[in-house]
């Protein structure tokens, strides 16, 4: 659906972004992640055009984007920033009204569409009329995203949502993030700084340094066979952390000896992350799981060796 | 405290049309900074390179002080609304262009990128975003703005602009305090109330906000409305007085009591009154008989023949017991006796102010013409005797005139000491012997160094020779002073016309112009 070839930005003193391509298909969640001043953000705001590149192009369903006038092709993308990014002088529903309004929807419509926005982000009817400084953090970021999903936009450009929001909060908004049907169903590029969040958000991850993408993958090919040593380095003393994250029950199964598994034994399905089955584990007092239908027994012995098995060594 | 409020209640009519004026004044040039200021102020945010610029143009004009500005103003402009106009539109300018240019620039970048990746066209976050984040600062502006104009607004009863300055300039004029308190506190009240109404508006947020100042910027231009200038023609003739003229008793009040006069004038400052005659912006004025500018602008003063106008012959003062200490000073001094008459002394103030001339080459072409100088000789200097002077250009001709004179025929050392403020330092000087004489006029000294009951000096008053009898034998009596001889010109109060119009109109007098106005009523 999105399809970025050679996009390179120099400014007069630097190269921003040096000869980055990738695609995005339908529906897909493509997450660039890097530290600051990797070029991601970069990347990204040439997509809707709000920084111009210097070379290379971005095809938007066919369509080089170079075609549209920027602000007829930002309408029909929906952008979300942190927080901070909502309009201090409009009320969450002036807000979320913006681009409806700017493509002339009539009054009935918009107001319907805020209505079914706020109940499926779960924002009180009542903050209609609040405005921005009167909500907490995480009310704001759902107004963020309820503003860019206004518009029913196919496609979502979100640059570091949840930065300005602290761990816990940022953990609960990602989980309801990744929960809402309607943004199943967009074709997201996602801009972030945080590991975490990239595997946990990302269909796929592209690693980026110094404005060149390293790597793109999905997160277990970035956790099992890492393109270099700053990909690796990326993940640092917390990759387990993160193979527990990404890894599925699924994935350590072909690694166990069958079974039985025992009366006693817990039922879980096979896309459960290994983080989630050690968690059940310590808790339970048999230490035995079982999964699906499959005749097998899984201690939590057995995920670790397994998880030995499945990742490489480090070099 | 009571006579102040007895005056308000006097001059009731009169406080109001003037502080209605005065705010019509202030919105109008108001309204003009808007539609300039903002445009302005929101294209340089666009041009940074052009916006150091504008900035620093409308910078200085701030910085230029307010009288000079109507100094610079009136040659283009003349006298009247259009100076004082423009001159309060270029004060408000610089908060107006300054605080949108600020208000806009400070809206963060981040939140104008954010309306651009939603498919905001510039015009779009200018209206929608800028602008509105920027309305608290902008209405700083436009607060500082109105503070200023309503303050400065008080200089255009100097340029015939009308306003509660002519309170307050009247009433300095006429060392009126009460005068004065009645347009300064209006002013500063107008100022309070303007600078609290706008503040509680800066402080309003959102849509109420954008409401308010959308309703603000509707009612600008109708306060504009208030300002109209009432009077000024009479009988076809545009009339413009000095606030001094206007107000004191020997003036205006004087001049309609024994004509029977009735203008309603435009007031305006007595420097400026000239140039607006010449320029026919009016076409009678009040004026001093002797003013150089009567020859320059080619007026006609009107005879004043029913003696409205008490007289001030110019004659020198001097200490008794100089005169007694040197009898040739007297002798010398009494040979400029009649030789000064109202046609000469007018003559050599055109010379001063308008040939620029040293008062020094003035006095002695003068000395040189009447062959008063002797031819020079060296001489042995005994004694010594100091002149002083008030602060215009007449006073300084004579100074030089009698210090040449003096240098020339006596064996005195001459000193001039010029610039000695009023009439009442002057003569303090004289009676403390810092000065040994002076120029002085039989008005002056009767009215304010003598101060007689007014039945007195009504009485006096019509008659030149009683007012010069009566002052010399009281500053004699009560502080050894003497009056010589007049020097034959009379300084006294006068109304002008440009010669071509009044010979035209066949008025040479006061009287005539009382029958024009008359046959016109």
């Known amino acids: ?315 | 405290m009571q006579e102040f409020f007895d005056f308000i209640v006097q001059q009731g009519d009169k406080l109001a049309e003037q502080t209605l004026t005065h705010i019509g004044l202030t919105f109008l040039s108001l309204c003009l900074a808007l539609l300039i200021g903002l445009p302005t102020g929101i294209l340089i945010t666009y041009r940074p390179k052009i916006a150091a610029v504008v900035l620093a143009v409308v910078g200085v004009l701030q910085t230029i002080p307010s009288i000079a500005l109507l100094g610079f103003l009136i040659p283009i402009l003349g006298i009247g609304s259009w100076p004082a106009i423009v001159a309060l539109f270029l004060y408000a300018l610089l908060p107006i262009v300054r605080n949108t240019y600020v208000g806009i620039r400070e809206v963060s970048p981040a939140l104008k990128e954010t309306a651009r990746g939603m498919g905001m066209t510039t015009r779009q976050v200018l209206t929608r975003l800028e602008l509105p984040l920027a309305l608290p600062v902008i209405f700083a502006g436009i607060r500082t703005a109105t503070v200023i104009n309503v303050g400065v607004a008080t200089l255009a009863a100097y340029v015939a602009a009308g306003g509660l300055g002519e309170f307050i300039f009247g009433g300095i004029a006429l060392n009126n305090p009460n005068m004065v308190l009645a347009g300064a506190i209006p002013a500063a009240l107008l100022a309070v109330l303007f600078d609290f109404l706008l503040a509680r508006l800066q402080h309003l947020r959102g849509l109420r906000l954008r409401r308010v100042a959308l309703v603000f910027l509707l009612i600008t231009p109708a306060l504009s409305a208030f300002y109209w200038l009432p009077g000024g023609i009479s009988g076809g003739l545009m009339v413009g007085f000095a606030h001094e003229f206007y107000g004191r008793a020997d003036g205006y009040p004087g001049l309609a009591r024994t004509y029977g006069l009735r203008v309603t004038p435009r007031l305006i400052d007595q420097n400026l009154m000239y140039e607006a005659i010449y320029r026919g912006q009016v076409d009678l004025i009040s004026g001093y008989s002797t003013d150089g500018r009567i020859k320059a602008f080619d007026l006609r003063v009107l005879d004043d023949n029913k003696n409205a106008f008490p007289p001030y012959e110019a004659a020198l003062v001097v200490r008794q017991a100089v005169l007694n200490q040197y009898p040739e000073l007297s002798k010398t001094l009494h040979l400029l006796d009649g030789r000064l008459s109202d046609a000469v002394m007018t003559e050599l103030n055109y010379r001063a102010d308008f040939r620029h001339e040293s008062p020094e080459a003035v006095a002695r072409r003068f000395l040189t013409e009447q062959k008063l100088l002797l031819p020079p000789t060296r001489k042995q200097r005994q004694g010594r005797i100091v002149i002083g002077t008030k602060i215009f250009t007449e006073q300084y001709i004579l100074a030089e005139i009698l210090r040449q004179l003096l240098d020339n025929r006596t064996t005195l050392e001459v000193v001039t000491k010029t610039g000695l403020g009023g009439t009442q330092i002057c003569f303090n000087a004289l009676t403390t012997g810092q000065i040994d004489l002076y120029p002085e006029y039989t008005g002056t000294g009767l009215l304010v160094i003598l101060q007689p009951p007014p039945a007195l000096a009504d009485s006096l008053k019509a008659d030149r020779e009683a007012v010069y009898r009566y002052v010399s034998r009281e500053f004699q009596s009560r502080y050894k002073v003497s009056w010589l001889a007049p020097m034959g010109f009379n300084n006294t109060y006068a109304l002008m016309m440009r010669r071509a119009q009044a010979d035209r109109l066949g008025i040479r007098s006061i009287s005539d112009l009382k029958r024009y106005l008359g046959d016109k009523d």
């Open chain 1, 1 to 315: 659906m999105i399809n970025v070839r050679h996009l390179t930005k120099r400014y007069p003193n630097h190269t921003a972004v040096e000869d980055v391509s990738f695609a995005v298909r339908e529906q897909e969640t493509l997450v660039l992640l890097g530290t600051s001043g990797s070029g991601k953000t970069t990347t990204l705001k040439m997509i809707n055009r709000l920084i111009e590149p210097t070379s290379g192009t971005v095809e938007i369903n066919g369509i080089d984007t170079q075609q549209q006038a920027p602000h007829e092709l930002s309408r029909s993308i929906g952008y979300v920033v942190q927080e901070t990014g909502l309009f201090p002088h409009y009320t969450v529903g002036e807000n979320i009204a913006i681009v409806p309004r700017l493509l002339h929807w009539d009054k009935d419509r918009i107001r319907n569409r805020t209505h079914e926005l706020l109940a499926m982000l779960r924002l009180p009817e009542k903050q209609l009329n609040a405005y921005p400084d009167q909500l907490s953090g995480g009310q704001r970021q759902r107004v963020g995203l309820a503003r860019a999903l206004a518009a029913n936009p196919p496609i979502l450009l979100m640059d570091e949502p949840l930065g300005a929001l602290d761990p816990i909060t940022r953990a609960e908004i990602r989980q309801e993030f990744r929960n809402l049907d309607e943004l199943r169903r967009k074709t997201v590029v996602l801009v972030t700084h945080d590991v975490r969040e990239a595997l946990e958000l990302g269909d796929r991850v592209g690693v980026m340094d110094n404005g060149r993408l390293l790597q793109i993958g999905t997160p277990k090919e970035l956790l099992m066979q890492p393109a270099s040593a700053f990909v690796q380095r990326f993940f640092g003393d917390q990759v387990l952390a993160f193979q527990l994250q990404v890894f599925t029950l699924q994935d350590v199964m072909p690694y166990i000896l069958p079974e039985s598994p025992g009366p006693e034994a817990i039922d879980l399905q096979p896309d459960m992350s290994l983080n989630d089955a050690l968690t059940l584990l310590t808790k339970t007092e048999s230490g035995v799981l079982r999964v699906g239908d499959w005749p097998i027994r899984i201690r939590a012995v057995d995920i670790w060796s397994a998880l030995h098995q499945l990742v490489p060594k480090s070099p």
